[in-house]
């Protein structure tokens, strides 16, 4: 403070959208000791914090409108008791204008302002990231929302596959693709170039929220302490899931109460998907099981099917869809009784009907298929079990 001629208390004033200004005025000025006003809207408060500092001699910044300042600083201004300048610093600093304590230092202090903004050049601003669902693989069932944010892209994160099927790029998009068992790593790294400014889209298939990437790069924000990742512009954007792709392809399976568990136990014991797979039997919800069958786990879904036997009878209704929505797709309907785990891997989505699940031929051809669809109604009484 010994360049403005004395101890005197400074002022700084942006609009309520200055913070970053401020921020950077007391990252270059550490020696003045800059004390940021409380900004919780309270006149009394604010009067009180500024008498005190200016009886302290003390330089504050402060962020919002002129308004309440000269308001807040009255008292001070009726008693002159103490000199004081303000001075009015842009929110986007293009300008530092004196506005009050005309002739007591105010000018020079602005040229000292002016000269520690172009010192610290502005932090990067935070970017974009959105979690987008691609939908089933098909370009006409992709959002047009999902579709735009794609072709706006600085760089794209995803799974090797998902990322092959998000179509056309363009040449200068930075293509980020990993394996499919590294979501959390794929979530920080998104979260780490968005905060450096750029525009990042994290791809998942289907929907972002059901077993995907949404999830992972939540929670990687919440378990961060990176106040630059807090800044993100964050979005999430849905997609068609597999479970409604394949049931759309049949008729309406999922038309009334449904629940989606998936058999893969790489996060979770499968106890826990066998008690789940329990309770969503007796209270006879559709089932859409996703992740069914691997080859490291050929063995799980025979189990599930043995579990769901017990509640259902073998007529009930059964849709098995692979890859729908892709070149190399199948859907088949069968029966609880007749479905066999080597017809199912992992990109099959495996849709097991509750009691009142029907379907009926789609016409005399017999091999025109089946219609699949779920009452929107339920009787009264206890559901029909095997």
Known sequence: MASL???????????VTGTDIAERLRAALPDWGLEPVPADGDPGRLTHFLSAALAAARPVIFVGALEPLVMALAPA??????????????????????????????????RALEQALRAAPPAPRPG?????????????????????EL?????????????????????????????NRCEMERARLALRLAAEGRHVV?????????????????EALDESDEPAWRNVDLAILPGISAAQAA?????APLGHDFCIISLSDNLKPWSQIERRLEHAAQG????ALYNPSSKARPWQLCQALELLRRHRLPATPVVLGRDVGRPAERVLT??????????????????????????????????????????????DGEPAEH
């Open 5 to 15: 001629g004395g101890p005197v208390p400074l002022l700084i004033i942006a609009d």
């Open 77 to 110: 201004l009726g008693s002159r008791e103490h000199a004081f300048v303000v001075v009015a610093v842009a929110a986007d600093a293009s300008s530092v204008t004196p506005v009050l304590g005309l002739g007591q230092g105010a000018d020079a202090l602005s």
């Open 128 to 148: 974009r990231l959105a979690v987008i669902g691609l939908g089933p693989g098909a370009p006409e069932l992709m959002a047009p929302a999902v579709r735009d």
């Open 151 to 179: 072709d706006r892209a600085q760089d794209i994160v995803g799974y090797t596959t998902y990322v092959r099927m998000a179509g056309n790029l363009r040449p200068e998009q930075r293509i980020l693709d990993s394996d």
């Open 202 to 218: 994290v791809v998942s298939s289907g929907d972002p929220g059901i077993f995907a990437m949404a999830t992972a790069v939540v």
């Open 247 to 251: 049931a759309a392809r049949v008729g």
């Open 284 to 287: 006879d919800f559709v089932i």
């Open 334 to 379: 069968t029966t609880l009784g007749e479905v066999r785990p080597d017809q199912v891997d992992m990109r099959t989505v495996v849709i097991i009907g509750s009691s009142l699940t029907r379907q009926f031929p789609r016409g005399n051809d017999s091999d025109g298929g089946a219609w699949v669809y779920t009452p929107r109604w339920y009787p």
